[in-house]
């Protein structure tokens, strides 16, 4: 394995998306902190798992679980123990697997709300990555993600690796390592805290970095009457300039370190060009900042990551400010 790292499979049971359509609610016994609902005898009972899971680990790698159990007889904890015992089965055929192919695997399957038990999890194990697919839906809502992934995004506080279904088929025959490393950059500090990652990364896997930055038209102009504002490219060529002169000592830094190294410099809508650019890519991996908040704010990645995770297609890392880290 390229990275040399643990990995954690883990999928989670979410007992509130196993449905008992065969019990009575006047037969309950409830359970300590579910009321009624799960201890209800039924006959011919069926759980059905919504389908609602992740990986954790060091270097991690979460496919799904979705299953149900047909035909199940008895209360509606023994239908979530079976359905427990499905879960458990599946993520240890998977970890045998991957333990013939060489890594280093462990397998555990969680119960409770799944964004909640991921976070949970990697927290307990130390893990440096959670990795997880995510789905999107039909044309019309083809930029919605996966709600237990979207949470876990916005709420890890340590680095998270979307991967997209339909991105998967582009890694094949290349051991799921990337060729090319995509690092956008705002000239932030927050921004180039991902270059060490990033280039590590590279290293490892013996792929490309391509530095992004884009710079935005400057908007200027204000009527007295109605204050309107146009863009124009006064002053981009100087913005250019400078942000190439940003860029330079981190190509000179990545072949320091034995990394091919090249950097862009565009104009326009950041997230639109990042798109743009990354299709003309092989087999790219992006890793990228997104801005900490607290509180009510909590949930907000920054716009740009988001729209890049949302809009992508493609494997993105997330990596979270180190204020929201541990």
Known sequence: MTLDAEVALVTVVDPD???LPNSTAEHGHPIPGRPGRYDRPGIETTGTLAGASGMTGGVTVSPGYGGGVQHAPGFGTQVIDQVMQQASAYVEREAEQMNAAGVKVTSKALTGDPAEEIIRYAKEIGADLIAMATH?????????????????????????????????????????????????????????????????VAKAAGAEVFFFRVVQYPYYGVTAIDASYYHTDYGISFQRQEAEDYL?????????????????????????????E??????????????GESGIKRWVLGSVA???VRSSGL????????????
Request: glycine fraction near 10%.
């Open 136 to 200: 999107r839906g039909s044309a019309i809502a083809r930029g919605v993600l996966g709600s237990v992934t979207d949470r876990v995004l916005r709420s890890a506080g340590i680095p998270v690796m979307a991967v997209h279904p339909e991105s998967l088929s582009a890694f094949s025959g290349s051991q799921g390592q990337p060729e090319t490393i995509v690092v956008p950059l705002d000239g932030s500090e927050r921004s180039a805290g991902v270059v060490d990652l990033a280039l590590g």
């Open 17 to 19: 998306k196993i449905e």
């Open 248 to 276: 330079d000592p981190l190509i000179k830094k990545a072949k320091a370190m034995g990394v091919s190294a090249r950097s862009l410099v565009v104009t326009g809508s950041p997230a639109s060009r990042l798109l743009e």
């Open 278 to 291: 990354v299709k003309t890519l092989s087999r790219p991996l992006i890793i990228m900042s997104t801005r």
């Open 306 to 308: 988001d729209k890049v």
């Open 315 to 326: 494997p993105v890392m997330v990596i979270p400010p180190p204020a929201e880290k541990g």
